[in-house]
Each structure stands twice: as C-alpha cells, then as structure tokens.
C-alpha cells in the first residue's frame, strides 16, 4: 500500500501556518518549543465534552489527583472547536497543552508531522498499564509510520446496526444474522409505519466528515467504491460510487428520519430512543447509551453487524485517544493521567460508580473478558468487540487503496474534502439537487486532491 508519509502535502504546511498566526490569539502566550504548559504539579488537558469525556472531569479530582497530587486542568469544547484548538496549538509545539483528545485519524498524521510524544517508552516501563490488552486494531491505528505508538485509546468503536426488537416481532420480521444492505433496504421499508409517527431506519444526512460522510463511506466501500484509487486518481464519478451514494440516499428519503438533511449522531440517538424510527446503522458506542438503566428503550433492542454488498465486513472504526504534545514540558505527567486514564482500574471505577454501560469500552480485551461488563453490556458488547476486531482500515474495501482508512482517508486534506463533499450529498438528501450532480461537483473538489498526490 502507498502512503503519503514521505511527503508533507501542502494542506499540512498551510495548517501549521495558519496555526502560526493563530494560536497567540486563542492561547495568549505563545512561547513556541519552549511550551506555556502548566509546569509543576500540574498538566494541561484539552478534549471533547462527549459523555465519557465529561465523566472523567468528574472523577479526576477524587481520585486521580488524590492519589497522585497531579492536579489536572481540562478544557473542554464541542468536537469541532477542540479539532480546531488542538491543530492549532500542536502545529505550532506551543505547549500551552500536554495532552489533548485525537482521533485515529489525526495521531499518525501529527506523528509524521513531528507533533507528538511517542509512547513507546512509557508503555515498556509501566507493566500495569499492559499495553498488549490494548485491541489490536486499536494499537494499531494510533501507531505512526515508524512504528511507535503515538497515542492510546480512550474508547472505541465501529459501526453496526440497531434494531427494534419488538417492533420486528409484531410484524413476523427477522433480522439476517448477517445483513446486506439490501435486506436492509426491505425491512426499513416494512417497519416504516410500524407505529404512528415511526419511520424504518435512521442514516445520519448532516453535513460533516465526521457525521454524515463516516456511514456512507463505509456503504461505499462495501458496494465496491472508493474515494481515490491507488494511484491517487479521484473515483467519485465511478459507478460504484453513484450506485452506494444513489442507494443510500434514496433509502433515507424513502424511510428514513424526518429533517434527515440535518441529523447526526445525536438526532438519530434521539430518534431512536423516542422510538421514531426502527432501525438505526451507526456507531457501536450508542449501545451503551440506549441499554443505560434510564433509556426507555433499555432491553428492547437487537444488534447485528454493519450490512455488506461485495465485503464480509463494513464496520468502520474510530477511537478517541490520547496524544501528548512534542513540546509539553509535563510529558511525563501527562503520560501517569493517560495510563490512569485508559487504565484497567478507571474502567472499573466507572462501572462501579456509573453503571457498567457507560464503561468507556472498546479498547481493551479484558473488558470483554469481565463478568460484570458482559452481564450489563450483554445484548452489544459481543457484537462490539466483534465489530472492531473485523475492522480493515488498511482494506476496507475491493482494491487497494492509497492511504489507511474505513470512514475516511488518511491525509490532512480529507476533512476540507469530506465536509464539502458531505454538503452536496446533504443537498440530495433535502432534496435541493440529484445525486449526480452532488457527485460531478464532489468529483471536481477531489480531483483538486489528486493533482497533490498522483505520481507520488
């Protein structure tokens, strides 16, 4: 497989100076290499205000600082404004943070960029930690292209799809143990209806690389598409592509949620929970959200893995990691709140003291080797684990591609490319416009991309 790890594209070279001329702005002192971390006994931590993430601000204080005297200031935003803080203060090494949230996605591009602590040799000397617990694929994502770890995982997760139960069983309907898509497609049609105001299935339509684009990549993937070829030649415009992309909106518009052109993770977790809808393909961490002992739907739902067409798997797969900034001058620090952090023993804090649902899982074997996880966690976490040990980010579809990646590509230009991209398809959601001309128009911004890479 080729990669784009030899070269540093100019979309990487205009984000470190934008970040340049940023970053004073936003952090108020930038120092550069040197670092304005906190120092002492002290360590800077920017991430995401997802649920897991806000649970750990709550039980850090209590217990990681008390047991350490590591005290740990957090900064928290919405995942679009910590993407772009992070970019921001990491490109330019100003150290005003020690660690921060990145995703598979980011860690081996800021490790290529010279960003990033590596962890190699933190995880050797901390045996408790045990690294090898670590999902392969998991440790395998966050690894950089000189074969050092670069992050660790805080939760992952792939795709699969959720269904009503009950629902199924009032109309003699089964769910395939292994679906296709366009099995898929029939059963939407058949549950849409089921209950007044209920709809056959949820697919995310908001725009975004991260919301929308994250399930249709992989119904491109399994229908044979790809975004670029190994050659780096752009294939939006391909037959494939139209067929996944024609497929899966015209499924959302036919049975799929209302205001479908603005739903995200978060409206279909709604949707789902209201029981507006009957079906819902997305990411496996919702589980624990849906089975949690105050959902109304708790004990209602069934799982099975993410529908194919031409593969044997389409799960994609993400994680929340940490990343320790290149220039923290807390490294170490940093490094004792992440082992605590994605460690065995914070996992089973949190189940004991918020419920065994709401485990930030997916990371590691002995989670799924726990009785009291497996008991709570019964009707998804095997399906879970199952999910993300299947997942090919290398291969993820019928022929080679150039760079690593399920639910996106693996360079810094994809998440210009995949927000402006998942504009147009939103477009054809709503209705605005068709699918070809969403992708004649998706094709031109990506073939922009591939005059950057072809003959590389």
């Given at each position: 497989?080729?990669?784009?790890?030899?070269?540093?594209p100019?979309a990487?070279?205009?984000?470190?100076?934008?970040?340049?001329?940023?970053?004073?702005?936003?952090?108020?002192?930038?120092?550069g290499?040197?670092?304005?971390?906190?120092?002492g006994?002290?360590?800077?931590?920017?991430?995401?205000?997802n649920?897991?993430?806000?649970?750990?601000?709550?039980?850090?204080?209590?217990?990681?600082?008390?047991?350490?005297?590591?005290?740990?200031?957090?900064?928290?935003?919405?995942?679009?404004?910590?993407?772009?803080?992070?970019?921001?203060?990491?490109?330019?090494?100003?150290g005003?943070?020690?660690?921060?949230?990145?995703?598979?996605?980011?860690?081996?591009?800021?490790?290529?960029n010279?960003?990033?602590?590596?962890?190699?040799?933190y995880v050797?000397?901390?045996?408790?930690?045990?690294?090898?617990?670590?999902?392969?694929?998991?440790?395998?994502?966050?690894?950089?292209?000189?074969?050092?770890?670069?992050?660790?995982?805080?939760?992952?997760?792939?795709?699969?799809?959720?269904?009503?139960?009950?629902?199924?069983?009032?109309?003699?309907?089964?769910?395939?143990?292994?679906?296709?898509?366009?099995?898929v497609?029939?059963?939407?049609?058949?549950?849409?209806?089921?209950?007044?105001?209920?709809?056959?299935?949820?697919?995310?339509?908001?725009?975004?690389?991260g919301?929308?684009?994250?399930?249709?990549?992989?119904?491109?993937?399994?229908?044979?598409?790809?975004?670029?070829?190994?050659?780096?030649?752009?294939?939006?415009?391909?037959?494939?592509?139209?067929?996944?992309?024609?497929?899966?909106?015209?499924?959302v518009?036919?049975?799929?949620?209302?205001?479908?052109?603005?739903?995200?993770?978060?409206?279909?977790?709604n949707?789902?929970?209201?029981?507006?809808?009957?079906?819902?393909?997305?990411?496996?961490?919702?589980?624990?959200?849906?089975?949690?002992?105050?959902?109304?739907?708790?004990?209602?739902?069934?799982?099975?893995?993410?529908?194919?067409?031409k593969?044997?798997?389409?799960?994609?797969?993400?994680?929340?990691?940490?990343?320790?900034?290149k220039?923290?001058?807390?490294?170490?620090?940093?490094?004792?709140?992440?082992?605590?952090?994605?460690?065995?023993?914070?996992?089973?804090?949190?189940?004991?003291?918020?419920?065994?649902?709401?485990?930030p899982?997916?990371?590691?074997?002995?989670?799924?080797?726990n009785?009291?996880y497996?008991?709570?966690?019964?009707?998804?976490?095997?399906?879970?684990?199952?999910?993300?040990?299947?997942?090919?980010?290398n291969?993820?579809g019928?022929?080679?591609?150039?760079?690593?990646?399920?639910?996106?590509?693996?360079?810094?230009?994809f998440?210009?490319?995949?927000?402006?991209?998942?504009?147009?398809?939103?477009?054809?959601?709503?209705?605005?416009?068709?699918?070809?001309?969403?992708?004649?128009?998706?094709?031109?911004?990506?073939?922009?991309?591939?005059?950057?890479?072809?003959?590389?």
């Amino acid at each position: 497989m080729r990669t784009p790890s030899r070269r540093r594209p100019r979309a990487t070279l205009a984000l470190a100076a934008a970040g340049t001329l940023i970053a004073p702005l936003l952090t108020g002192c930038w120092v550069g290499a040197g670092g304005a971390g906190s120092g002492g006994d002290a360590i800077n931590v920017l991430m995401v205000n997802n649920p897991q993430m806000t649970e750990l601000q709550k039980l850090t204080r209590a217990h990681f600082t008390k047991e350490t005297g590591i005290k740990v200031n957090f900064t928290v935003l919405p995942e679009n404004d910590v993407r772009d803080k992070i970019s921001q203060d990491f490109a330019n090494q100003a150290g005003q943070y020690d660690a921060a949230t990145l995703s598979n996605y980011e860690i081996p591009i800021y490790a290529r960029n010279g960003w990033l602590h590596d962890m190699d040799s933190y995880v050797a000397r901390d045996r408790a930690y045990d690294e090898q617990d670590i999902l392969k694929p998991m440790r395998q994502s966050l690894t950089g292209d000189d074969g050092r770890l670069y992050g660790q995982p805080f939760y992952g997760e792939s795709s699969f799809l959720m269904y009503r139960k009950d629902v199924f069983a009032a109309k003699g309907l089964k769910m395939p143990a292994h679906p296709t898509w366009q099995q898929v497609a029939d059963l939407a049609a058949k549950t849409d209806g089921a209950r007044p105001g209920m709809k056959g299935i949820c697919l995310r339509g908001l725009p975004g690389w991260g919301e929308s684009m994250a399930p249709l990549t992989t119904v491109v993937n399994t229908f044979g598409g790809t975004w670029f070829d190994k050659d780096w030649k752009a294939r939006l415009d391909s037959p494939e592509f139209r067929r996944a992309t024609e497929f899966y909106v015209n499924l959302v518009r036919a049975h799929g949620e209302s205001g479908a052109a603005q739903a995200g993770f978060a409206e279909c977790l709604n949707n789902m929970t209201q029981s507006k809808v009957a079906m819902w393909y997305d990411a496996t961490s919702a589980a624990g959200l849906l089975e949690a002992d105050d959902s109304p739907v708790k004990g209602k739902l069934g799982y099975a893995p993410a529908p194919v067409e031409k593969t044997k798997s389409s799960g994609w797969l993400y994680t929340w990691a940490w990343g320790i900034q290149k220039a923290s001058r807390n490294a170490d620090k940093a490094w004792k709140f992440i082992s605590w952090a994605s460690g065995k023993d914070y996992e089973q804090l949190v189940g004991e003291t918020s419920g065994w649902p709401n485990v930030p899982a997916g990371k590691r074997a002995s989670t799924y080797d726990n009785p009291d996880y497996r008991k709570s966690a019964a009707s998804f976490q095997e399906m879970t684990k199952e999910a993300i040990e299947s997942a090919r980010p290398n291969d993820p579809g019928t022929q080679p591609r150039p760079a690593p990646g399920i639910q996106f590509v693996g360079i810094p230009e994809f998440t210009d490319l995949g927000t402006k991209v998942s504009q147009e398809i939103s477009a054809a959601v709503a209705g605005r416009q068709s699918v070809d001309t969403a992708l004649r128009k998706s094709q031109q911004l990506a073939e922009k991309i591939s005059k950057e890479y072809e003959g590389r």
